[in-house]
């Protein structure tokens, strides 16, 4: 965030005279409390300064590059995770491609009949075999899709900066969103919601708008 010459001055002024009354910095400008009200109201949202009622203004000490990474940072993946869409392995890349159409998504998440994750297919996926000669009516979905444990997950209890983290690192468009189930000597993991780049581009509209 880049501060007008005002707004630079009145940080200055908050730090030297803390704690200090939206007066007092009015009147150290010359200027009237409405003239001020605009700058300490984009110094305040910013997290630059903090507001106490009946104290005054301090400085808080953080730019608002690092207010903004701990909003990020805060927000789980729980809050913003979609509706996953899952096909049984045993399907068809027919009825994956009829899925991926009906449901306008651009990845299906492929699970067993207990409804564990083994694999996901994308939208380049299907595109690759339906453009060969394969009858894509007998080709089970399993033949194509990648297959655990070069899924690349995300927890409920991760940030959505580490979900954003993970899609950039290695260039995905989906992640499933996974709880983890000790069964025996077994490690499955329940689908229960998807984060997509539209998920993340959506936050940060949200946030945006906030």
Do not use: C, W
Request: charged residues 25%.
């Amino acid at each position: 965030m880049e501060l007008t010459p005002r707004q630079a001055l009145i940080v200055d002024i908050v730090k030297k005279n803390e704690p200090i009354t939206s007066e007092q910095i009015a009147e150290k400008l010359n200027l009237t409390r409405a003239a001020l009200r605009p700058d300490l109201s984009i110094l305040t949202m910013s997290g630059i300064l903090d507001a106490r009622p009946r104290v005054g203004y301090f400085f808080s000490g953080k730019p608002a590059r690092n207010i903004i990474s701990e909003k990020i940072n805060n927000i789980k993946v729980d809050e913003i995770k979609a509706v996953p869409v899952v096909i049984k392995e045993g399907s068809s890349v027919y009825d994956a491609i009829v899925t991926l159409f009906l449901e306008d998504v651009g990845t299906l998440f492929v699970v067993q009949e207990d409804g564990s994750l083994v694999g996901l297919v994308s939208r380049k996926d299907l595109l690759k075999i339906a453009i060969g000669n394969a009858d894509i009516h007998k080709i089970p979905v399993g033949v194509i899709m990648t297959r655990m444990p070069n899924l690349i997950t995300v927890t409920p209890e991760e940030s959505a900066y580490d979900a954003a983290q993970k899609i950039v690192d290695h260039q995905v468009d989906a992640l499933p969103v996974v709880k983890i189930e000790q069964e025996g000597d077994k490690i499955k993991y329940r689908v229960v919601g998807k984060v997509t780049k539209t998920t993340i581009t959506k936050l940060f509209v949200e946030l945006g708008k906030a």
